[in-house]
């Protein structure tokens, strides 16, 4: 495809969005998705330190999948300024770091947000151990 008509689809693709302030209502709330991954490789090099008899073959057939929840949850106390919250940001996991939080946040008068949390990191290499 020339890069004329890939620049003229993507620009009939996008689309502008608004951006709003988080819904803090009390109670509770959040959000889930479900990521999935496959990957799959045909390479010379492996694990088993086993001598290639010839370079012109293909290599081992290594696949692995992974699926795995991804989501917060939150609750939002009766004074709609203080929020205790869990999960994973959607930010944090388009850039590639798979982490669950456990925190609290609350809204400043000046309109600022403070936020305090504990980050764990996924075990995402375990996890995919143990599927392939």
């Given at each position: 495809?020339?890069?004329?008509?890939?620049?003229?689809?993507?620009?009939?693709?996008?689309?502008?969005?608004?951006?709003?302030?988080?819904?803090?209502?009390?109670?509770?709330?959040?959000?889930?998705?479900?990521?999935?991954?496959?990957?799959?490789?045909?390479?010379?090099?492996?694990?088993?330190?086993?001598?290639?008899?010839?370079?012109?073959?293909?290599?081992?057939?290594?696949?692995?999948?992974?699926?795995?929840?991804?989501?917060?949850?939150?609750?939002?106390?009766?004074?709609?300024?203080?929020?205790?919250?869990?999960?994973?940001?959607?930010?944090?996991?388009?850039?590639?770091r798979f982490?669950?939080?456990?925190?609290?946040?609350?809204k400043m008068?000046?309109?600022?947000?403070?936020?305090?949390?504990?980050?764990?990191?996924?075990?995402?290499?375990?996890?995919?151990?143990?599927?392939?």
């Amino acid at each position: 495809m020339k890069p004329i008509y890939l620049g003229l689809v993507t620009a009939l693709a996008t689309f502008n969005s608004v951006a709003k302030p988080a819904d803090w209502t009390p109670g509770f709330g959040g959000d889930i998705s479900l990521m999935a991954a496959y990957t799959n490789t045909n390479s010379q090099f492996s694990d088993d330190n086993a001598t290639t008899p010839n370079l012109d073959s293909h290599g081992k057939d290594q696949s692995s999948t992974i699926v795995a929840p991804l989501g917060t949850l939150s609750y939002t106390l009766d004074n709609t300024k203080q929020q205790f919250f869990f999960g994973t940001d959607r930010s944090d996991v388009a850039l590639g770091r798979f982490h669950a939080e456990l925190g609290y946040r609350q809204k400043m008068d000046n309109g600022s947000t403070l936020s305090v949390s504990y980050i764990q990191v996924f075990w995402i290499s375990k996890l995919q151990a143990r599927i392939s």
